[in-house]
Every structure is written in structure tokens, then in C-alpha cells.
């Protein structure tokens, strides 16, 4: 009899538990208010009479843990100051649901989408947490703190017969539409794509409500959905008209008096390597033989400081936008084309201000001398990567001698890289011929060959040698300057682990003793699955083992590139942190003293935090013109590789093309399949039929939805 009475005062824990949870959840859609016990219950629809009992000793419970107080008998109020309640960023999934990363906790607390509140995509919000039923923390959002955005995209549509409409986000991570009265339309009809304003969101309304501020066209549209991406993520595709005069109104004279400040490089041997289409030419090569026998070198980089500088309206808006953007059709320059394209761009046969590395090497590539300071050159050539790996294979054509001095002496520094722990991600990039008209008529792969790690080397020896300057003193020990680096941290361990354990079942060995033995087992395994059946697989699982770079003030390293100190230093014109590095270069050069760090981090973190919305953008755009490509080949088969799988199904990419589509699991009937993480992998339950990543599948394209950017296939036998 004692058993049954603990098991029926466990279960009955339980219940008080759950009913807590859901009395938590209702107090905290208006967590200002205060309830007395029956309010509580007609929330939670708790109504009966023993219901109500329960009520009272879950109030009894809450009150006991502290997460809701009695402010006078009979009357209670959530306890924002609870030992549970944290604040973090939330991120929801395509499920609705949602994770909030919570500053110095490893783990990222859960929420379910029934108790994300109002909280949208990205915003700062108060959670109360608690562990349901023994699992990990859980979180319910108690406020919204801090709004991230307040104008999304998306497709307007108009109730028949009412005085409203709203507004049906494109991102999924936005979990509700938004409510537009009639008084906001502002000329916006039935169907147009859209960019809308959010004003409000009342405790109690299920959807928030808001005004169209800008409409953008017929959904499908090539110009509407660029400019639909664009907008999605904040990205302005003009300058303000104040911007572009003060760029106009720039001195760009090479002046005697300024030349006299600088070391003249005008006549040293200079070019440029970029890709055929460029016009910003942020950075150019010099190269000269000394006496000694060794090679001057020069990395010259646009002087962008020099003509931005800090407190105008053309570094507040360089700022602002941090990054230039890279979309299929399009650039979307951090600088006003005047800057980008002609006055900081090392066109040839022009004299150009620079801030250059000049390193002394000898013939083992081995730097015996440097000297960091701002110069001036005159650019003899302007090379495409083409045409340089043309010199390079046939040994033939103008600084033909000079290009494969370079060439020798990176890939020197190449492997040395390598043997000291960079990882040799060498992953092509899909690229697009485009009519006038912007349409895609054929796909690419932008391989990189020895032109491309020519320009490469030379560029990560310049952004390493600028950092160990400012940060290292001449006998090693670190200055403590403040700095922005660019880091990489450490891979996480676990996902290593589990990586280890998968490419185990193929046969491949990995040493996880430490990082140098990391590196080791990861090149070996990239060099190992080169043209296997399951290359495409285990090179993902690897690229996602790793942490993503990104901008801080904390030298941790580079752990990619295997580097103590990096920095990013060679591109100022499409870069913001590179200018940053320029001027703080500039003012250690001039024996400045180390500024404020807190003030650097906070924009290293913007820098970030742009540099993931740009890369986002890029992708989106690429995803586009993808599904617009493959419109093309509606019901046509494929074969395609599996290239992520999950709960609903998994994805298939068309290797000759680039292009991924999506595969639902109930669309698979000729069994019930299961999805089990550990294996990346979906089962039959009755014929253990498997679809696993990286396995080859016949596919056919049954539909390319333009406005989602997604495709969807069907398995062909």
C-alpha cells in the first residue's frame, strides 16, 4: 500500500506541474497584471470544482519556487526576478518552434511555438525556463525586450467583402501574418509583393498590426523578388542623396604634398589579379628582385582610409551597412560607386594611394623583412584569374617570370600552412550565365586553381603580419592592443565525435587527441573522399563540425587557417573591419596608444551580425535563380546525391548543376519511413529501405515554386 500511495503522490506532482506550467503560460501573456485564483482558472479553463482545487495547490506550488508572488491574499502576480528567468536572442525553425541562446549557457533553451508569446525572428526576450517532465530546460517567453525589426516581406492579401487584409510573411521564422486595416494599404492591392511596417501588437490580439510602407511587385517577378530579398534583409540597394554628394565632392588629386608623406612604389614592377567581371580592384601585387637575391614583395591595399574618414556621413553609412553584398544579378557596394569603382579602385596605368605590407622573402619564402606604412603605386597590368593561370600552365606571356616567382613562393607558404594545422576547404561555388534580361541560361563552377591561391597566400600572409604587429612585441610577448581580429574557434568537440563515429561505418580513421591531430585527420579525410560516392556527404558533416568566423576584439586565434593572430586588412572597399584595421594600423604606426576595447566590440559584433545577413542574402538570391534555372526542367529525372536530411524529409542536390530540392516523407508511399539523427538518415519501417545523406538517388522536378525559392522532387524508381 505505501508503493500506491508514492505512486499516486508522483503522479499527482506531475499534474500539479503541468497545470503550473499552463498557469505560467497564462499569467505571462500579460505578466503586468495581477489574477486572483478563479481568473486563473477560467484562463487555463480549469472550471469544475475539483479543477479548481488543483489550481489552488499548483498557485500554492509556484508560489512556493517563487515563480509568481502574492502581492495581497488571494491575488498573484508572475515573479519576473526569478532565479528560471533569463534573457537571450530567439531563433525559431521552419516548425514554428524556437531556441533563445542565452549569453555564457552552452546550451540553447528550447521553446515550443505554443510558448513564444509575441516574440518574432531575432528578438531580445525574457524567458522563464523549468524542466518538463525530467527532460533538458525549457523556456516560455515571459516579454519581448527588444525588437530586432519591425519591417518584413510579404505577400499582401485582401479579405473579399471586409475593411482589412494582411500581410503573409515570406521567412517561416515569422510565426503569424500580419493585420493591415484599410487605412494602410497605401494604394497596395490584392496579391502584390510587399514590404510592411509592423506599428503594434496588443496583449490578447493574435496577430500584430501594421501599415505597407513600400510595394514591390507581382510575386515571381525577377526585379520584385530581388528586391524582396534585398528588403527581407535590410539591405538599402541606394544611397541617401547626402551620401552620394559627399562621395562626389572627394578630393581625388594625387597631389605632390601628399606623395611626400608616403614611400613612392610607382616605379616597382605592380598588377592585379581579380575575376573577369570585377571593377572594385581593392588590392595589387609588386614585385622585385633585390641585391641579395631575395624578393621584395608588396601587398598594396586601397587606401579607403584615407578618403572615408571617421564622423561623415559616408563612414556612418559605410558602417551601417558593413559589407558589400554579392548577389547573383548584382552588387550592392558598402561605398558609393565613385569610391568603389574608380577613386579607391588600383585601376591600371593610374596612380593610386595604397596602405601596403612590404615583406623582404628569400627563395624558400621565408619573410626576413617587413614594413607596414601608406604608399603610392601605379598598377602596370590588370590581369584576370584566367589569364594569370594562363602565364602559369604555358610559361608563356607579359610577367610571365614574375607571376610564377609568386605562384612558387605561395604555394610554398600553402603547404608550410598546412602542415601547421590550416584545413583545406576547397569547395566550389555555383555561378550563373545570365542574358540581358537577367535570366539564367546556364550554371558554373567557380573552381579555384593556382591563380586563385597565388592571390590567396599572399592575401592571408598580409592580414597575419598586420595583426602579429599590432598585437606581438619584438620579443614575442603579446602588447595587449586593441585590435579586430578576425577568429575562428576551436571545432565543437562533440560534433568532431560524432563525425568520427559516422565516417567510422565507411572505413575512414580520425585522431581527435588534439587540435594539431584534428586538423591532420580532417585534411586527410577531405583528401581521402575526393571523387567517392559519399565525398559530398562527409565533406558537409565536416564543414558543419566547424564554428563560424567571425569578428571580435579577443585574439583567439584562426583556427582554419591555423593562424594565432588574423586579421581582415585587404579589403576595405567591400569590408568595414579592414578600414577599422587601417586606421588603428595607422595609429599604432604614428605610437598611439591602445583606445578602448568595449567600443571595438561593439562594432565587430555589428560587423558580424551584417556579415551573416549578407551571406544569407547571397544565398537566397542563388536559391532564386536556382529554382527560376530549373523551371526549365519541369518533369525531367536527375540524378542527385542526398544532401541534408530530417524529420520531414530530406534533400536532394543535382550535382552538374548545384541545384536542391525537397523530398517530403509523406510523399514517399511505398512505406513509413523514420528519421534517425545519429545515421543522417530516413528508414522504412516495414521493407528497411534506408535514404541516407550522401547516397545517389534518381529524382524527377515536379515543381519550382519562385516565391519560396524552393523546389520539390519525387523519387523515381
Same mark, same amino acid.
Given at each position: ?5 508514492? %505512486? ?89 518552434? *524556437? ?88 494604394? *497596395? ?52 542623396? $547626402? ?47 633585390? $641585391? ?33 553584398? %554579392? ?84 604555394? #610554398? ?42 592571390? $590567396? ?50 572505413? %575512414? ?78 595609429? %599604432? ?14 562594432? *565587430? ?48 542536390? #543535382? ?63
Amino acid at each position: 500500500m505505501p508503493k500506491k500511495r508514492k %505512486y499516486i503522490s508522483q503522479k499527482n506532482d506531475h499534474k500539479l506541474m503541468e497545470i503550473g506550467r499552463l498557469i505560467v503560460r497564462f499569467m505571462n501573456e500579460n505578466s503586468t497584471k495581477i489574477y486572483n485564483y478563479k481568473q486563473i482558472s477560467d484562463g487555463i479553463e480549469y472550471k469544475n470544482p475539483r479543477q479548481r482545487e488543483l489550481v489552488v495547490q499548483a498557485l500554492h506550488k509556484l508560489q512556493a519556487s517563487e515563480k509568481i508572488s502574492e502581492v495581497e491574499k488571494g491575488k498573484y502576480i508572475v515573479n519576473l526576478k526569478v532565479e528560471g528567468t533569463l534573457t537571450g536572442v530567439i531563433d525559431f525553425n521552419q516548425s514554428g518552434n *524556437a531556441y533563445v541562446k542565452v549569453e555564457g549557457i552552452a546550451d540553447d533553451i528550447f521553446v515550443h511555438s505554443k510558448n513564444v508569446k509575441d516574440a518574432l525572428q531575432g528578438d531580445k526576450v525574457l524567458i522563464v525556463t523549468y524542466n518538463f517532465k525530467g527532460k533538458k530546460l525549457e523556456g516560455s517567453v515571459v516579454e519581448v525586450l527588444e525588437r530586432t525589426r519591425t519591417e518584413f516581406v510579404g505577400t499582401f492579401q485582401v479579405v473579399p467583402h471586409k475593411d482589412f487584409g494582411f500581410v503573409v510573411c515570406d521567412k517561416k521564422s515569422i510565426n503569424t501574418d500580419i493585420f493591415i486595416p484599410k487605412t494602410k494599404f497605401n494604394n *497596395a492591392e490584392n496579391g502584390n509583393k510587399v514590404v510592411v511596417k509592423m506599428t503594434g501588437w496588443k496583449p490578447g490580439d493574435k496577430n500584430p498590426e501594421g501599415e505597407i510602407i513600400q510595394v514591390l511587385g507581382a510575386p515571381g517577378e525577377h526585379e520584385t523578388e530581388i528586391h524582396s530579398i534585398l528588403a527581407e534583409y535590410g539591405l538599402p540597394y541606394e544611397f541617401p542623396e $547626402e551620401v552620394e554628394r559627399d562621395a562626389d565632392k572627394i578630393d581625388r588629386r594625387i597631389t605632390d604634398e601628399e606623395v611626400a608623406k608616403r614611400r613612392d612604389m610607382r616605379g616597382i614592377c605592380t598588377f592585379t589579379i581579380d575575376p573577369k567581371d570585377a571593377k572594385d580592384f581593392d588590392d595589387a601585387l609588386s614585385i622585385q628582385k633585390l $641585391e641579395n637575391g631575395n624578393w621584395e614583395i608588396g601587398v598594396h591595399i586601397a587606401d579607403v582610409s584615407h578618403y572615408v574618414v571617421p564622423g561623415t556621413m559616408l563612414d556612418d553609412e559605410a558602417y551601417e551597412r558593413a559589407t558589400s553584398v %554579392y548577389l547573383v544579378d548584382r552588387v550592392v557596394p558598402m561605398l558609393p560607386e565613385v569610391l568603389s569603382n574608380d577613386v579607391c579602385s588600383l585601376r591600371p596605368n593610374e596612380d593610386k594611394f595604397t596602405f601596403s605590407a612590404v615583406f623582404e622573402m628569400n627563395d624558400n619564402a621565408e619573410v626576413e623583412k617587413q614594413w607596414f606604412g601608406r604608399t603610392v603605386i601605379h598598377s602596370d597590368r590588370r590581369f584576370s584569374y584566367e589569364e594569370a593561370q594562363e602565364r602559369i600552365e604555358t610559361k608563356e606571356g607579359d610577367l610571365t617570370e614574375e607571376i610564377l616567382t609568386l605562384d612558387r613562393l605561395a604555394k #610554398i607558404m600553402r603547404q608550410e600552412r598546412i602542415n601547421n594545422g590550416a584545413i583545406t576547404f576547397d569547395r566550389s561555388e555555383v555561378r550563373f550565365n545570365l542574358n540581358e534580361d537577367n535570366q539564367p541560361i546556364g550554371v558554373y563552377f567557380k573552381v579555384s586553381k593556382d591563380s586563385n591561391h597565388l592571390i $590567396e597566400e599572399f592575401m592571408l600572409l598580409a592580414n597575419k603580419k598586420v595583426s602579429e604587429f599590432v598585437s606581438l612585441a619584438k620579443k614575442g610577448s603579446p602588447t595587449n592592443n586593441t585590435f579586430i581580429y578576425r577568429v575562428h574557434d576551436d571545432p565543437d568537440l562533440a560534433k568532431l565525435e560524432a563525425l568520427r563515429d559516422f565516417v567510422s561505418t565507411f572505413g %575512414y580513421k580520425m585522431d581527435l587527441a588534439n587540435t594539431k591531430k584534428v586538423a591532420e585527420s580532417l585534411n586527410n579525410l577531405l583528401h581521402d573522399v575526393k571523387g567517392k560516392g559519399e565525398e559530398n556527404m562527409i565533406e558537409t558533416l565536416a564543414m558543419r563540425s566547424m564554428s563560424k568566423a567571425v569578428y571580435s576584439t579577443e585574439p583567439i586565434g584562426h583556427y582554419g587557417l591555423g593562424f594565432d593572430y588574423y586579421s581582415h586588412f585587404t579589403s576595405p572597399i567591400r569590408r568595414y573591419p579592414d578600414l577599422l584595421a587601417h586606421r588603428l594600423l595607422q595609429h %599604432y604606426l604614428d605610437g598611439g596608444k591602445s583606445p578602448s576595447r568595449e567600443e571595438l566590440e561593439t562594432k *565587430a559584433k555589428h560587423c558580424s551580425a551584417r556579415e551573416r545577413l549578407a551571406a544569407d542574402a547571397e544565398r537566397d538570391s542563388i536559391k532564386f535563380m536556382q529554382v527560376k534555372f530549373m523551371e526549365k526542367h519541369l518533369g525531367e529525372t536527375f540524378t542527385g546525391v542526398i544532401s541534408g536530411v530530417a524529420e520531414f524529409g530530406f534533400w536532394v542536390e #543535382i550535382p552538374e548543376n548545384g541545384a536542391e530540392g525537397l523530398i517530403k516523407l509523406r510523399d514517399l508511399v511505398d512505406d513509413s519511413y523514420t528519421y534517425e539523427k545519429a545515421t543522417h538518415a530516413v528508414y522504412g519501417s516495414r521493407t528497411g529501405k534506408k535514404y541516407q545523406l550522401g547516397d545517389q538517388v534518381q529524382i524527377k522536378v515536379v515543381k519550382a515554386n519562385l516565391i519560396q525559392k524552393q523546389l520539390d522532387f519525387k523519387i523515381v524508381d
